[in-house]
């Protein structure tokens, strides 16, 4: 994986450079780390692969489409809602237990769902600073109430000891990382969009180089008598 992406980043200006899939890939890894070391570090290691794979992509596919009107409102929140929301009920099934996780999985898309309809995409990622305003606030509220009652919700259903706490913790996670995250948004967007293009060359190579080391690995362990996975 490694040796291919970075492949592609050696041929990021050929592959349309900035406004190619590539600018949204940097994009969605970068938001991703974001949402992964945040939500890893309270909630654990099943919430910070949620927060990498899903939350982060998520958020970048929101603010790349947020002005296309080729797609109805409900069909984006459907998507972008059932995205997040089954991640959250894997982790909640990894986490806790398949019970849990599976109706914290359905109520968080009905929140992440009712969340998009209400808020809406990120509106203000062109001013290229990090700024935090009402909209960014208004988001974070709700996100952040929807989840912790989806948790709270989850956990009574369930049966889950400390129900309330863990729907609480979980609420202000969310609410806390997606205000971050959102008022970073502008700075991320500009710092990709100055990316030189011979810098993700150079991070390219770097990652080919990184990925064939680890592919080396596994062949120079016998010969030194180092056991292998």
Not at 212 to 222: D, G, K, L, M, N
Request: proline share 5%.
């Amino acid at each position: 994986m490694l040796d291919a992406l970075g492949g592609l980043y050696l041929a990021y200006d050929l592959l349309g450079g900035k406004r190619g899939p590539l600018g949204t890939v940097t994009k969605s890894i970068s938001y991703g780390v974001l949402f992964g070391v945040v939500y890893w570090l309270p909630l654990g290691m099943w919430f910070g692969l949620a927060g990498f794979l899903a939350s982060g992509p998520a958020l970048s596919l929101e603010i790349e489409r947020r002005g296309a009107r080729d797609v109805h409102p409900f069909v984006k929140a459907l998507v972008y809602g059932s995205f997040r929301g089954l991640s959250f009920g894997a982790a909640g099934w990894l986490s806790k237990d398949p019970r849990f996780g599976t109706v914290f999985g359905l109520l968080c898309t009905i929140a992440f769902v009712a969340a998009f309809l209400v808020v809406g995409p990120p509106a203000d990622v062109q001013s290229g600073h990090a700024h935090i305003n009402q909209s960014v606030l208004h988001r974070a509220g709700f996100r952040g109430l929807s989840i912790g009652l989806a948790g709270i919700l989850s956990g009574i259903i369930s049966g889950e000891p400390h129900a309330l706490w863990y729907g609480v913790e979980v609420g202000l996670v969310t609410g806390i990382s997606s205000g971050i995250l959102v008022a970073v948004a502008p700075a991320i967007e500009a710092w990709v969009e100055n990316l030189p293009d011979r810098r993700m060359g150079g991070y390219g190579a770097i990652l080919v180089l990184i990925g064939s080391v680890f592919q080396t690995v596994q062949y120079i362990c016998p010969l030194v008598g180092l056991p292998t996975m």
